[in-house]
């Protein structure tokens, strides 16, 4: 009998730590693949200005220039979107903190801070398009 008990202590510990270990694998990658795509975007609007420097340089027609370059709106939309994404996802993470028990309740309470910063972006755009 005893060492019944110790198998299923055993195998809920291990599911535990399979549970934490992925947990945690998911939020590395996670990690790494936000702040590559922001090194990347940083990247490209290095390039972009590097790139309209150049054709205003040399000249380029007005026609070609704001045809191979993205549209400057465009990186404000991006950028006002992360803004407001990531500051929900600190508003969230802050709250986690301060109500301990982490757990199940933490995952709601960054996911409503998430939606409220998407929904407060979406509101930002639409004020704006309507003006």
């Given amino acids: 009998m005893p060492t019944i008990a110790a198998q299923q202590a055993a ?3 291990a599911d535990k730590e399979v549970v934490f270990f992925s947990l945690n694998a998911i939020a590395v990658l996670l ?11 940083l990247v490209k609007l ?5 790139l309209r420097r150049t054709l205003i340089e040399r000249n380029a027609p007005l026609e070609i220039v704001t045809e191979i370059l993205p549209k400057e709106n465009n990186l404000v939309e991006q950028a006002l979107s992360w803004c407001c994404v990531l500051l929900a996802g600190s508003v969230g993470l802050t709250l986690c903190y301060f109500t301990q028990p982490l757990g199940f309740h933490s995952a709601i309470i960054l996911s409503i801070s998430l939606a409220f910063g998407l ?5 930002i755009r639409k004020n704006k398009n309507q003006s």
């Fill in 46 to 50: 290095f390039l972009n200005d590097r």
């Fill in 119 to 123: 929904l407060v972006y979406y509101f």
């Fill in 31 to 41: 990690s790494i693949w936000i702040a590559s795509s922001f090194l990347l975007k």
């Fill in 11 to 13: 195998s809920v510990m």
